[in-house]
């Protein structure tokens, strides 16, 4: 059953995907990884026609290409934070805890969750019962609160 996918659909997610990823290699990569997993699934896949298989498919690299992006963006903002020894000033751990701490309502919670945890506003939003607009504007409102704090840091 999976090769049978993978002969009709190996090249038209591949082609979907170059024209999301701009990278051939990348495309065939993300394809091969969603095969992969619909070997782990092929189970679930079997029980399905298809055009459903079709979509599990372009579905599963859709995921994986988010995920990636996601993953990336977090590691290029970390790499941007100055080293050490340069203008920007360090802060220490108590330091963080205690600007934290001086924000108002529940936007240090937030905050938290939300960078040091890695829920989305979403997730947020579901457990402070607000909707996800809401806790992006507590999350802004909450860095230009510490910005201001620390001094302008535009890393923040």
């Known amino acids: 059953m999976i090769e049978t996918l993978y002969e009709a659909y190996y090249k038209e997610l591949t082609g979907w995907c170059r024209a999301m990823t701009k990278s051939l290699s990348f495309s065939e990569e993300l394809v091969q990884e969603a095969f992969m997993r619909a070997l782990l699934n092929r189970e679930l896949l079997e029980g399905l026609k298809e055009e459903q298989c079709r979509a599990w498919l372009y579905r599963t690299v859709k995921n994986l290409y988010v995920d990636y992006t996601r993953r990336n963006r977090r590691?290029?903002?970390?790499?941007?934070?100055?080293?050490?020894?340069?203008?920007?000033?360090?802060?220490?751990?108590?330091?963080?805890?205690?600007?934290l701490a001086s924000l108002p309502d529940e936007e240090g919670l937030l905050f938290t969750m939300r960078y040091l945890q890695g829920y989305n506003s979403k997730q947020l939003g579901?457990?402070?019962d607000m909707p996800p607009g809401t806790v992006r504007s507590k999350l802004s409102s909450a860095r230009k609160?510490?910005?201001d704090a620390i001094g302008g840091n535009k890393y923040v």
């Open 75 to 99: 590691e290029s903002v970390v790499e941007t934070i100055p080293e050490q020894g340069t203008e920007a000033q360090e802060i220490t751990e108590l330091e963080w805890q205690e600007l």
């Open 126 to 128: 579901e457990f402070f």
């Open 145 to 147: 609160h510490l910005r």
